[in-house]
T-cell receptor, first 114, second 113 residues
Framework: DAGVIQSPRHEVTEMGQEVTLRCKPI?????LFWYRQTMMRGLELLIY????????DSGMPEDRFSAKMPNASFSTLKIQPSEPRDSAVYFC????????????FGDGTRLSIL | AQTVTQSQPEMSVQEAETVTLSCTYD???????LFWYKQPPSRQMILVIR??????QNATENRFSVNFQKAAKSFSLKISDSQLGDAAMYFC??????????FGSGTRLLVRP
């Protein structure tokens, strides 16, 4: 079975550019999560969706960040305009959203904003 | 607010020995789940073990086991017969009824050959 697929694996771009991170959850999973990992703040939940609907976006740091889930098999996290402090590893995870079913993580996107 | 605390930034163990990683948490919910995730240098987040709060029996997965003390809100991970491949960051996580994961700050495990 394919796991959670994220692209790109690495992204290097200049400050001010728009960045789009992509995620394909595991088929059949109805919950999708976006996390950010930095040395200073560790793993933080940015936003999560249930059945394609955003449930909690309280972790989204600023209006520069936006996330969408147009269908059950695809989600994007967009940063516009990007800033150097956005540099981090961004993880997408999905789960069946039931009981003790754990979240399955993608391999992450390492984002570097110059 | 729910919190997860890992007080050991780094631990070291001799290959084939046993090591215990500590985790404490705080939650007002009665129904929740606890997890340990491993993050090797490849940065993948790999599920190691999970525990349902309503189960008194400690979870075990091969060389990995937990000591779950619900009253003390403690959830430690024991790794037996440590192997070089166990070297990684280990994260303790709490999942509440919203299915959100709250992570601790992590413990870096070094395995000495």
């Amino acid at each position: 079975d394919a796991g959670v697929i994220q692209s790109p694996r690495h992204e290097v771009t200049e400050m001010g550019q728009e960045v789009t991170l992509r995620c394909k959850p595991i088929s059949g999973h109805n919950s999708l999560f976006w996390y950010r990992q930095t040395m200073m703040r560790g793993l933080e939940l940015l936003i999560y969706f249930n059945n394609n609907v955003p449930i909690d976006d309280s972790g989204m740091p600023e209006d520069r960040f936006s996330a969408k889930m147009p269908n059950a098999s695809f989600s994007t996290l967009k940063i516009q305009p990007s800033e150097p402090r956005d540099s981090a590893v961004y993880f997408c995870a999905s789960s069946p959203g039931q009981g003790d079913q754990p979240q399955h993580f993608g391999d992450g996107t390492r984002l570097s904003i110059l | 607010a729910q919190t997860v605390t890992q007080s050991q930034p780094e631990m070291s163990v001799q290959e084939a020995e046993t090591v215990t990683l500590s985790c404490t948490y705080d939650t007002s919910e009665s129904d929740y789940y606890l997890f340990w995730y491993k993050q090797p240098p490849s940065r993948q987040m790999i599920l190691v073990i999970r525990q349902e709060a309503y189960k008194q029996q400690n979870a075990t997965e091969n060389r990995f086991s937990v000591n779950f003390q619900k009253a003390a809100k403690s959830f430690s991970l024991k790794i037996s017969d440590s192997q070089l491949g166990d070297a990684a960051m280990y994260f303790c996580a709490l999942m509440d009824s919203s299915y959100k994961l709250i992570f601790g700050s992590g413990t870096r495990l070094l395995v000495r050959p």
